[in-house]
């Protein structure tokens, strides 16, 4: 494959700060592209070991509303109680029906005991509520 200069410079800068190579930095570029041009209105975001899809316009990453529309069980409820659009909601669904692995592993990941996380990271700190008024 043939990339012009300025995308190869990219693409070696990449790769040398991921310690990765070429080939998986255009793999993941690719990807990423893909599932944009599939579900217009997701991007994605974060750290290269933790990128995740979010819904653009939202400020939401995709399991967060998938997450919040199994706590409201219906797209019209968490519609109605959220500022969330329906087409925000539906792009969050049809992506989490093409990448349930992915956006269920989020989930899980952000449902973990607070005690497991107590014994992974046992500085781990919690921030009291404030109490409104």
């Known amino acids: 494959m043939r990339l012009s200069r300025a995308t190869d410079r990219f693409v ?11 080939g998986a930095v ?16 997701i991007a994605f975001r974060g750290e290269d070991a933790g990128r995740r899809a979010w819904v653009i316009g ?13 706590d409201h069980e219906t797209p019209e409820g968490l519609v109605a109680r959220t500022r969330l659009d329906a087409r925000a909601v539906e792009l969050a669904r049809a992506y989490y029906a093409t990448y349930p692995e992915e956006i ?9 005991p607070l005690a497991e996380l107590r014994e992974l990271y046992p500085f781990i700190g919690i921030t009291p509520r404030r109490s409104k008024g």
Not at 31 to 37: D, G, I, N, Q, T
Not at 58 to 70: H, P
């Open 58 to 70: 939202t400020g939401l990453d995709v399991w967060e509303v998938i997450e919040m529309l199994q």
């Open 104 to 112: 269920d592993e989020a989930i899980a990941e952000n449902r973990r």
């Open 26 to 41: 255009v793999e993941t570029l690719a990807e990423e592209a893909a599932r944009m041009r599939r579900f217009p209105g």
């Open 12 to 22: 070696t800068a990449e790769a040398r700060r991921t310690k990765r190579s070429k």
